[in-house]
C-alpha cells in the first residue's frame, strides 16, 4: 500500500513531466456555405464569429424559456385547411 508521500511525491514527478509537452498543430474545417473548409485561412471577423456560435439543440433549455413566455398558437398539432373553409374560418382558427 502506498502512503500519502508517495502518492504526493508521483503527483509532483506527473506535474513536472507536464509542464514539458509540446504537441503539434491541428487543422481545424468547418462547414459553413455547404462545403468545409479550413479555419487557419479565416479574417479575424469571421474567427470571431465561429468562436460565437453554439451548437442548436431543440431541448436546449433558453429556447424552451424564451418559448414559454410566448402567447403564439400552438404548433404541435398542424392546421387543416381546405379548400371549401373561407378565410375568416382559417383566422379563427390560428388565433
Given amino acids: 500500500m502506498r502512503d ?7 503527483i509532483e514527478e506527473v506535474k513536472k513531466e507536464l509542464e514539458n509537452v ?12 455547404g462545403y468545409y473548409r479550413s479555419v487557419r485561412n479565416w479574417n479575424k471577423g469571421k474567427r470571431e464569429e465561429y468562436n460565437h456560435r453554439l451548437m442548436f439543440s431543440s431541448e436546449n433549455e433558453r429556447i424552451e424559456k424564451t418559448l414559454s413566455g410566448c402567447d403564439c398558437p ?4 398542424s392546421l387543416n385547411f381546405s379548400n371549401s373553409e373561407k378565410l375568416s374560418e382559417k383566422k379563427e382558427q390560428i388565433a
Fill in 4 to 10: 500519502i508521500e508517495k502518492v504526493n511525491a508521483e
Fill in 22 to 33: 509540446h504537441g503539434t498543430g491541428t487543422e481545424v474545417y468547418a462547414r459553413i456555405v
Fill in 74 to 77: 400552438s404548433i404541435s398539432g
